[in-house]
């Protein structure tokens, strides 16, 4: 295999788990209340807002800004859940549909109208450079991103089948009615569960941050992938987000490298609806 | 009075002081359309484009002495039309062809603009001024390069920024020279974007240097608003041109400047077509990760207290940020507009129109480096011109080329970081 096409799967995975890391609050939402977040990508430039704020008031790195990010995401998130999900999650599809996307107007906005339509930028050394290992080069802020998004896929995984909490969160999703004739408050589940994916959409944002650029618009441009690594990962399926992002992150390296770049979108929707003709439910769903 | 008859008589008076404003505006104001990305992706650009033209409704609608002779400066207003106000309705075009033609014919139908300019995006002026054709209203255009905007055979559109075929040319002349001076210029990569500005820029530059004989080595085209560019900056980097040209709206602009860091990657001639490198923003996001890289300006920010000084004081209070040449060729094509309704005496479609076709300014007369305004048949202004500056600093480009107007020599290679 030539060296170049090396760096380009490297590339193409590093790549694959930000999709990931960016995706799992989403399917989380999904699979604990069947509600499509489509304010998910603003969530996450919330995120990279704070990053920012982060470095440029007090100076510091992801080490401070990513908690604090997770942090104050998770509880949008709760706020979010209880003025408006709780809400419109009786309501029909459409509701939802458009409660969340008025809800990504307006964070995007917001945020628009507080730091203005300016691209920032975090400084590219802010997480260590970058490694040359044998000519491949790894830069740190990505690497850090992606084994952030390898804990927190498989921190969320335990929490859903290891854990009391998860299972109470999961038997609501099941059955709310008979969760709460159990015991189980669903509104307290479900709070739990948007503060969670909340904080996660935090979390990556603050890692993302790192080495991409920040604008209000930033969570359009990402927002896309989300979706498609969800549904090809399988909606609810946290494992299924992190396989499905490396795959998507790979075959658009290589694609953009082999065909080029104008043509890696159209490989990546063609397999995956041809995925989907023969899976519906995508790789790790349940059918 | 009971308080009903109070109540009648005041909203009376205050319908009457609204229609009499109202008839007193139509008087002296001067309506005018400006179609911008003010929201969406290219909001950046939107906002800055904005604030241009805000500053030059300050310098037409107040008396500005200090700017000298400078058109439409010295007194407050338009004299032609008696000292008539300018007012500019902004509309965003959200980055999106069919909103901007949509504005388009709201500013026309609903707010009864005389003349329109915008928007932009060359993909977005390209449907907005179809609409502003079609009911016979003047576009004036300041910062749209695709070639095909003037070549509709189009009556009411004018153009005031050199093109890409006048770009193409002084790239060609710029390579040339820095051959000469011992540079390697032979094998020469385009980086592009998929838009109408980005695709039409790239088959001109890449048509014109044919005609000299010389073949564009590798052609990288990618989607606009790309999530990620490693893939493009590795084919840069195993084909290893001499010069790469890239052609990118802001936000792939900065994400190129990161990766090409990350990735390790510094082409020996980095020149940039406007657009992404020149937003103030590219700068402060990725400038001190792009020292060395050449870009094309028609602005200059000329001597302290001469009227390009002052007007560029003037923008950066508005905005906050320094005058870019993006923002001061939309502020341009937009004194050329108002110049043109001020000579007209006349808020007329027609009147304006003709006055548009009889522009001749002259250097001394403009803010932007062209060699004059005059316009074509199709609308283009052919003494459009411009020129080569590098970031030489990572903070604030220099004149570099031609010599005639260069502050600093040109310094190789690209440095990067």
Known sequence: MSFVLVQVIVGGLLLGAVYALFSSGLTLVWGMMNVVNFAHGDFVMVGMYVAYVVYTLLGGGPLVGAPLATLLLATLGIVVYFGLIRDIMKGPMLAQILGTFGLALLLRYSVFWWFGANFLSLPENLVGGTFDIGGIRIQASRLLAGVVALLVTLGLHLLLTRTTLGSRMLAV????????????????????????????????????ATFFYVVPTVGETLGIVAFVTVSLGGFGSVPGALVAGLLIGVIESLSGYLIGAVYKDMVVYALFLGFLWFRPQGLMGKS | MSMSKLVGLLSAAAIMMALGTSAFAQQKTVKIGAVFPLTGQAASAGVHAKAAIEVALDIINNAHPELGNFPLAKNAGLAGLGGAKLEVVFADNQGSPATGQNQALRLITEEKVVALTGAYQSGITLTTSAISEKYGIPFVNGESVAANLTERGFKWFFRTTPIATDFAKVYYDFLTEMKASGAKTDHIALVHDTTEYGASVAATITSAFKEKGI????????????????????????????????????????????????LDYKPPMLLADDAGYSDPSFLKAVGKISIGAFNRSSWSVGAPGSATAIIAKLYKDKSGDEMDDTAAREMQGFFVLADAIDRAGSTESAKIQAALKATDMKPEQLMMGYKGIKFDDKGQNILASGLIIQLQDGENYVAVFPKANAEKAPVMPYKGW
């Open chain 1, 173 to 208: 999703a099941e059955d709310s009615t008979a969760a709460q004739l159990m015991g189980i408050r669903p509104d307290t589940m479900q709070a739990i569960a948007w503060a969670i994916a909340a904080g996660a959409t935090g979390l990556a944002g603050a890692l993302i």
């Open chain 2, 215 to 262: 073949a564009i080595a590798q052609d990288v085209a990618y989607t606009t608003n790309a999530t990620d560019v490693q893939s493009q900056v590795l084919q840069l980097k195993e084909k290893k041109p001499d010069v790469v040209i890239m052609i990118s709206y802001t936000s792939d602009a900065i994400l190129f400047a990161k990766t090409m860091q990350s």
